[in-house]
């Protein structure tokens, strides 16, 4: 499978780095996935959680308030006001929920758009 590189950034520096398989997006208009060789394309991003697979079958997610994609054929920017990657052992993983919560919850978005990340981001918790 095609790999593509994918980085997320935040004012505060970057949060992801790395080539991989897919990412899956929280658009203004819906979710949407990205494979390499994707048309070129920029979107709004809502509040939501990015989903990216990674080159060794694993699945990290990050959990985003808002902010913008940019994608081409070999490479996804995403530009975030905050992110919070969602994953490690347990402690660190409820940690990192309750700073994901406090960050949706902050958001301006819509209060659907921030309860459905907010029910993801729990979800993923329950998972480990």
């Given amino acids: 499978m095609k790999l593509m590189k ?5 004012p505060d520096g970057v949060i992801f780095n790395d080539e ?3 990412v899956t997006l929280p658009g203004s208009e819906g979710e949407f996935g990205v494979l390499a060789d994707h048309a070129a394309l920029v979107s709004l991003l809502d509040t939501g959680v990015i989903v ?6 694993k699945e990290i997610s990050v959990a985003v308030d808002s902010g ?7 490479k996804t920017l995403c530009v975030v006001d905050g992110a919070v990657a ?3 052992d347990d402690s ?13 919850d902050k958001s301006k978005n819509s209060a659907t758009a921030i309860a459905a990340a907010k029910s993801k981001v729990e979800s993923i918790g329950k998972r480990y």
């Avoid at 913008?68 to 070999?74: P, W």
């Avoid at 660190?92 to 949706?104: T, V």
């Fill in 52 to 57: 990216i697979d990674t080159t060794d079958n």
């Fill in 68 to 74: 913008y994609v940019k994608v081409d054929e070999e």
């Fill in 92 to 104: 660190s993983l409820a940690a990192a929920i309750e700073e994901a919560k406090e960050l949706l």
């Fill in 86 to 88: 969602l994953s490690g």
């Fill in 20 to 22: 991989v398989k897919q």
């Fill in 6 to 10: 994918l980085e997320i950034v935040t």
